[in-house]
């Protein structure tokens, strides 16, 4: 399935959650508990020699040097070279009759870690990451003891050196996996698979693919699609290839499709939601023209003779869902808006009196704001014809003024009132978009930011 909405995660992008990632991992490491050691060994002409290392504390572990590449087709590689942990302890020798104990200091240098991530999605559309291999390797173990008996610290040191060196490769390994699984993954579960808009409708952004890695760039195809609440039907057209164009400037960029922008305008009329009603009291107050029958008598005289001077309503309504079309000059539509006239009887009956079917061209302005997508219309001039009169009165297109000046100082405040609020953009838990880039291609709007995490 073609993506209605594309996420690309460029380089800078994951160097920047790199960062963040490194410096919790270095945290965790830090955290390590290692276990204790004892054993014996054998001092050729003297005896056996039993040990014990006990209450190791890693004080901390740096990871001065790390880097993450995309591995393409495969996932992500996190590479660490030239760490180092210090680690303090008590130790305990015990010889025939000599019994020995005291404290050491421990560094562990030129640590070198790989971890490779695999990157997926789960049934619901969620993305899901692991690890699916990590190596630790320790080139350089310094130690000191504190103590009486210097000969024998070099020969305990000998037997207990690679078994601590193993341990803690072995424990460094352990804390990556567990981090990934408990801490990253957790976080990546917090993008929305669907977000609810307001009490029509919603947005399905489930994944429709698992992400894939290419060798600039982390690239990700949701669904894109709005739905509405009370009842989700198919949508009957489908979503169209995106061409991402080869831009790497900001951290993140967010391909949002004609598709995308299309299903929010079938999700909304399927809702009902695109159905509005004008009443005289709606009328701003720098209007001259009262909605009545008196009023409009002047271009339609059959109205004052069939109901003098009876209050009217105007029901606006889109007969088929509203067609958006993104091209490099911009966003526009053409929608049909049936405006059915009616009077209010005395008894709050209605009575129909015409239907004026207009055309118009609209134009948007598309911005991004608190990780929403926002927008605001600029409608042009209605043209259209009035039924059911089958000779059109001349007034026709005085009536057609008068509608433009309804629809602008009431119908269109009210849409841009609903897109100011926006639309929500894919986005896990306490990321902040900055550096905002708006640009139109064929069939899709590309919107690209640099990203700030909002720790807790």
């Excluded at 996190?78 to 305990?92: E, K, L, P, T």
Aim: charged content about 20%.
């Amino acid at each position: 399935t073609d993506p209605g909405f594309m996420v690309r995660i460029t380089q800078a992008g994951l160097d920047y959650a790199h960062q963040q990632g490194i410096a919790f991992l270095e945290k965790e490491l830090a955290r390590l508990k290692l276990p204790d050691i004892s054993g014996d060994f054998r001092i050729r002409h003297v005896g056996k020699v039993h040990y014990e290392i006990s209450r190791l504390d890693l004080r901390s572990f740096h990871l001065p040097f790390s880097r993450i590449s995309l591995v393409p087709n495969v996932g992500l590689q996190v590479s660490i070279s030239n760490a180092f942990a210090d680690v303090d302890g008590n130790w305990r020798v015990k010889l025939h009759f000599i019994r020995d104990h005291g404290s050491f200091e421990l560094k562990a240098e030129n640590v070198y870690i790989k971890i490779n991530l695999q990157l997926g999605s789960d049934a619901s559309g969620k993305p899901t990451i692991g690890t699916s291999d990590c190596s630790a390797r320790i080139s350089k173990v310094r130690v000191h003891f504190w103590g009486k008996l210097g000969w024998l610290y070099n020969l305990f040191y000998s037997a207990v050196e690679p078994i601590f060196r193993k341990s803690l490769e072995r424990k460094v390994c352990e804390s990556v996996v567990s981090s990934v699984r408990d801490e990253l993954q957790p976080y990546l579960r917090t993008l929305p698979v669907t977000a609810r808009i307001d009490a029509m409708a919603g947005i399905d952004y489930s994944l429709v693919a698992p992400p894939t890695a290419t060798a600039q760039s982390l690239d990700v195809g949701l669904k894109g699609e709005f739905f509405s609440l009370a009842h989700r039907s198919a949508v009957p057209f489908p979503p169209l290839p995106l061409a991402f164009p080869p831009d790497h400037d900001r951290m993140v960029y967010f391909g949002a499709s004609s598709y995308f922008f299309n299903t929010a305008g079938f999700a909304y009329h399927a809702a009902g939601a695109l159905v509005f009603e004008i009443t005289d009291s709606l009328i701003p107050k720098d209007v001259e023209f009262h909605l009545n029958t008196s009023t409009f008598s002047a271009f339609v005289p059959q109205l004052e003779k069939m109901y003098p001077d009876t209050p009217m309503k105007l029901r606006l309504s889109a007969p088929s869902a509203p067609f958006l079309n993104i091209g490099p000059e911009g966003l526009s539509l053409q929608p049909v808006v049936d405006i059915q006239a009616y009077a209010i009887l005395p008894n709050s009956s209605l009575a129909p009196l015409f239907l004026l079917s207009l055309t118009s061209n609209v134009s948007a302005v598309v911005d991004v704001k608190s990780g929403h997508i926002v927008g605001s219309l600029k409608v042009g001039r209605y043209a259209g014809g009035l039924k059911p009169f089958s000779s059109p009165p001349p007034q026709v297109r005085m009536l057609q003024s008068i509608m433009n000046i309804y629809a602008s100082k009431i119908l269109l405040p009210r849409l841009n009132g609903r897109l100011e609020q926006g639309f929500p953009l894919p986005l896990p838990d306490r990321i902040q978009l900055s550096n905002i880039l708006v640009r139109f291609h064929q069939n899709f709007l590309l919107l690209g930011a640099d990203v700030q995490y909002q720790p807790r």
